[in-house]
Each structure stands twice: as structure tokens, then as C-alpha cells.
């Protein structure tokens, strides 16, 4: 320790230099010293208290760090066992869940009839639908016509006011369609 006093060591404190002195044997006897950080940092603030210019990172160079290597505890045979159920039941959940919709039926289900079927089911809804429209529109502009010979005495008045009056309710016909068909396809 005599050479440190020549850096700035200064004296040291007896706790303190029975550790370097240890810290130094250890390192004559194998391949480098090993001190702890909690002991540099005592050293460090001796040497502040003594008004040295030696820093930390001075004391530290050249040095590396020293990580022991943690043991692991042997795991418990319990737990492990325990782990693997779970992590059973989990992957047969998720099976489940991924084939939930597959069947082995599926070709049978999905054959020309059933898909002929859903066809003509919706052909059907399109055709009650236009029927619908042009029998609301027929009607509003035969009741137009027939009830605006009180009204109007020449055949041109009257036929004016069924198309005008047939075209209001063919438009708001075509509107609540228009809106059916929305929340039909917002609920998809």
C-alpha cells in the first residue's frame, strides 16, 4: 500500500486497509482481486473526506466486473407436473376453439341443394321486394287518378297529379328500402 500513497491514497482508515491488503494477497494468489463495490464506495468516500483528487472511475480502471453465476433451485416435481396440466387444458381449449366451426359434416352441409336453397331464398326476398314497390307505386297513382276526378275535370290535370303523387311515394318507398338494406348490412 505504500505505492498508493504516492497516487493520493493518503492514510487509510484500519478496516479499510486490512481489506485492500486482503483484496491484494487474494490477487497474488489467483488470477485478480476481487473487492466489492459496497467496500469501493467506503474507499471512495474516505478519499473525498481527505480532500483527494482521485475519482472513482480512477480507482475502477482497468478493472472488470465480476458476476457470479446464480444457482438455480431444482424445480419442484409437483409444480412441473402441475404446469404441464394447464398447459394441456390450454392447448385443448384453443384446439377446441379453432375447430369449433368444423365439422366432418361440412361437405354435406355445403352441397348444390343447400346452396341452391339459400339462393332462391334470396332471389325470393329481391322479388317480393320490387313486386312490393311497384304495387305501392301502381296503387298510390291509381287512387291519385280515380280520386282526382273530383278535383280536376280535364284528363291531363289528373294525370299530372297521379304521376306527381306516385313518384313521392315511389321515392319514400325507395328510401325505407334503402335504409331496410342498411341495417341489414350493419348487422352483418
Same mark, same amino acid.
Given at each position: 500500500? !505504500?505505492?498508493?500513497?504516492?497516487?493520493?491514497? *493518503?492514510?487509510?482508515?484500519?478496516?479499510?486497509?486490512?481489506?485492500?491488503?486482503? +483484496?491484494?494477497?487474494?490477487?497474488?494468489?489467483?488470477?485478480?482481486?476481487?473487492?466489492?463495490?459496497?467496500?469501493? =464506495?467506503? $474507499?471512495?468516500?474516505? $478519499?473525498?473526506?481527505? *480532500?483527494?483528487?482521485?475519482?472513482?472511475?480512477?480507482?475502477?480502471?482497468?478493472?472488470?466486473?465480476?458476476?457470479?453465476?446464480?444457482?438455480?433451485?431444482? =424445480? /419442484?416435481?409437483?409444480?412441473?407436473? #402441475?404446469?404441464?396440466?394447464?398447459?394441456? #387444458?390450454?392447448? /385443448?381449449?384453443?384446439? #377446441?376453439?379453432?375447430?369449433? /366451426?368444423?365439422?366432418?359434416?361440412?361437405?354435406?352441409?355445403? *352441397?348444390?341443394?343447400?346452396?341452391?336453397? #339459400?339462393?332462391?331464398?334470396?332471389?325470393? +326476398?329481391?322479388?317480393?321486394?320490387?313486386? /312490393?314497390?311497384? &304495387?305501392?307505386?301502381?296503387?298510390?297513382?291509381?287512387?291519385?287518378?280515380?280520386?282526382?276526378?273530383?278535383?280536376?275535370?280535364?284528363?291531363?290535370? =289528373?294525370?299530372?297529379?297521379?304521376?306527381?303523387? !306516385?313518384?313521392?311515394?315511389? $321515392?319514400?318507398?325507395?328510401?325505407?328500402? &334503402? =335504409?331496410?338494406?342498411?341495417?341489414?348490412?350493419?348487422?352483418?
Amino acid at each position: 500500500m !505504500a505505492g498508493g500513497g504516492e497516487r493520493g491514497l *493518503g492514510p487509510l482508515p484500519p478496516d479499510l486497509r486490512d481489506q485492500l491488503e486482503a +483484496a491484494l494477497a487474494h490477487r497474488r494468489d489467483g488470477p485478480g482481486a476481487l473487492v466489492p463495490f459496497s467496500w469501493l =464506495r467506503k $474507499l471512495h468516500a474516505h $478519499l473525498r473526506e481527505e *480532500g483527494s483528487p482521485l475519482y472513482l472511475h480512477e480507482l475502477l480502471e482497468g478493472s472488470e466486473i465480476y458476476l457470479p453465476e446464480v444457482a438455480k433451485p431444482p =424445480r /419442484n416435481p409437483e409444480l412441473v407436473a #402441475r404446469l404441464e396440466r394447464i398447459k394441456a #387444458r390450454l392447448a /385443448n381449449e384453443e384446439y #377446441r376453439r379453432i375447430t369449433q /366451426n368444423v365439422s366432418c359434416q361440412g361437405p354435406r352441409r355445403t *352441397g348444390t341443394l343447400v346452396d341452391l336453397g #339459400r339462393q332462391v331464398r334470396s332471389v325470393k +326476398a329481391v322479388v317480393v321486394t320490387i313486386f /312490393n314497390f311497384i &304495387v305501392t307505386v301502381a296503387a298510390a297513382f291509381t287512387c291519385t287518378y280515380l280520386g282526382s276526378q273530383y278535383v280536376f275535370k280535364e284528363m291531363a290535370a =289528373r294525370v299530372l297529379s297521379a304521376v306527381i303523387v !306516385a313518384s313521392v311515394v315511389g $321515392l319514400a318507398e325507395l328510401y325505407v328500402m &334503402v =335504409r331496410a338494406m342498411e341495417g341489414e348490412l350493419g348487422a352483418l
